[in-house]
């Protein structure tokens, strides 16, 4: 009788324990899908593409940025000599040259870089990077991120993120800017904030602006490994440069880096690929692989690439839009590229 209690007692712990670890594998299981589902392993094919007639025909040149406002159907599109855009019924890509005809851009003093809006409370939010040092168009030489409650802005002056501040760099200030489904923003530097440029110091900082009852909270800092190989030989390039960012969900973004190779040695090509970053503590990790690599996945070669925005759809495989800046002056015979991917 005692053995076969002492049997009994053993039996029931056995299947005590077992019952305890199938609870602790089902909860690391949850554990692990949670994260599964959050870190998402975006990869991206090329899709389509129309390339605009070269300067001065048309309007849309210097395009910096782009993003689609769901509630209106709209594209905004900025440049970064001040031009606005706002599209309606746009369809397909192509559609973007054939309004350009007759819309007439709306002239502002800023040089955007970036813009975003916020779903919820209709407030835009924008980037914007002046000249290193001043020039005859524009004496200005900070960059800054603010925002307006509403857009068109009703008021004169804009809120700050980023409150005006000198260049890190040359030609290196602040051009991405993101926002996540509940509102929270983020923000890349071009190349790294004031110490973080120079080749040798790879690691740099993305800010996190969490939204508040009154705006949002000081920044959170997370650091992000930028890719400074790309183009070694140009004096500015070789810092490369991180031209849009986009949200994923609010811990993931996609990463647009982008350089020029110039400078004696160089090919005088743009170097872009479009990285997956995820949030791991206060760490932005990119994946080891880039999400879509634009000079070996194309059928022609990027040029310029500065704006990105999610591109509509009804449901299946998302997609993104890229758009590329010619740049300034009639010599240089760049023309805008719209591209679209499609997730893999």
Same mark, same amino acid.
């Given at each position: ?18 019952? /305890?670890?199938? %609870?602790?594998?089902? *909860?690391?299981? *949850? ?9 998402? =392993? ?23 940025? #782009? $993003? ?9 599109? &900025? ?11 746009? %369809? ?5 040259? =054939? ?23 209709? /407030?835009?939010?924008? &980037?914007?990077?002046? $000249? ?24 004169? %002056? ?10 890190? &760099?040359?030609? %290196? ?5 993101? #926002? ?23 690691? #740099? ?52 880096? /982008? ?29 080891? $692989? ?10 022609? &070669? ?19 839009? *890229? ?11 760049? /023309? ?9």
């Amino acid at each position: 009788m005692y053995r076969f209690q002492q049997y009994f007692c053993q039996t029931q712990l056995f299947y005590q324990d077992v019952l /305890r670890m199938n %609870k602790i594998f089902l *909860i690391l299981l *949850i554990v692990v899908s949670f994260f599964s589902v959050n870190a998402q =392993k975006l990869q991206f094919v090329f899709s389509d593409s129309t390339i605009l007639p070269l300067k001065p025909t048309g309007n849309l040149h210097g395009i910096s940025a #782009i $993003e689609y406002v769901a509630s209106k159907n709209q594209w905004h599109l &900025a440049s970064d000599r001040g031009n606005y855009f706002v599209f309606d019924s746009i %369809k397909t890509i192509r559609d973007f040259e =054939k309004a350009e005809k007759t819309l007439v851009p709306k002239s502002t003093h800023n040089w955007f870089e970036a813009v975003r809006f916020d779903k919820d409370n209709g /407030r835009f939010i924008y &980037a914007v990077e002046n $000249e290193y040092e001043p020039i005859w168009e524009n004496i200005d030489s900070t960059t800054f991120v603010a925002y307006y409650d509403s857009y068109p802005p009703k008021v004169g %002056k804009p809120h700050f993120l980023i409150p005006p501040m000198w260049l890190p &760099a040359d030609n %290196k200030g602040v051009e991405s800017l993101a #926002i996540t489904e509940s509102g929270n923003i983020w923000v890349a530097p071009e190349a790294g904030w004031t110490g973080e440029t120079e080749v040798g110091q790879d690691t #740099i900082h993305f800010r996190k602006f969490v939204k508040s009852a009154d705006g949002y909270k000081q920044p959170e800092a997370f650091s992000y490994v930028i890719d400074r190989s790309g183009c070694p030989f140009g004096p500015s390039e070789k810092r490369g440069g991180i031209s849009e960012i986009l949200s994923v969900n609010e811990n993931q973004l996609l990463v647009l880096e /982008r350089c020029y190779d110039n400078g004696k040695g160089g090919t005088l090509t743009t170097k872009a690929k479009l990285w997956n970053a995820t949030v791991k503590g206060s760490h932005l990790e990119k994946d080891k $692989e880039p999400a879509f690599d634009f000079n070996t996945q194309m059928p022609f &070669a990027p040029d310029n690439l500065e704006g990105m925005s999610w591109w509509p759809t009804n449901g299946g495989k998302r997609k993104l839009i *890229i758009v590329s800046d010619d740049n300034p002056g009639l010599k240089n015979k760049q /023309r805008t590229q719209l591209i679209l991917l499609e997730e893999k």
